[in-house]
């Protein structure tokens, strides 16, 4: 499973690692049942510590999107995807407000606010 993290990030790697399994999740890269890395083996992989990976994990259990089976490790739950997906949206609509409100107050037109979301869209295809 592949995570991406930035030690330069605002964004706690917990966090950063709890919103990609999301992404993961609602677009069907992971299934519903299939197993994850263990805490252990994910704070390898991503060289993080422990109770990072392990914060990560109790959030997506307390938000439904993973479950934990003792003894077997943690699987991906059932998940209404159209409710996830909209969850992802109202945090799109969030952060793009603030944008456009930091834009408006700095006179920044709609046209170069236009061409930088598009550069930054396509910038990793």
């Not at 609602?26 to 299934?31: A, G, H, M, Q, Y």
């Not at 609509?93 to 930088?116: G, P, Q, R």
């Amino acid at each position: 499973m592949e995570i991406i993290i930035s030690n330069s990030s605002e964004i706690p790697i917990y966090e950063q690692i709890k919103e990609q399994i999301k992404v993961k999740i609602v677009s069907n890269e992971l299934k519903e049942n299939e197993l994850l890395p263990s805490i252990r083996t994910l704070a390898k992989d991503l060289r993080c510590s422990v109770i990072t990976t392990k914060n990560a994990y109790e959030e997506l259990v307390k938000e439904g999107y993973i479950k934990n089976k003792p003894a077997k490790g943690f699987y991906v739950a059932k998940v209404n995807k159209d409710i996830a997906l909209e969850e992802q949206l109202n945090k799109i609509e969030n952060l793009l407000d603030k944008a456009v409100n930091i834009a408006k107050m700095n006179n920044i037109k709609l046209k170069t606010m236009s061409d930088m979301l598009n550069i930054l869209y396509e910038e990793d295809k």
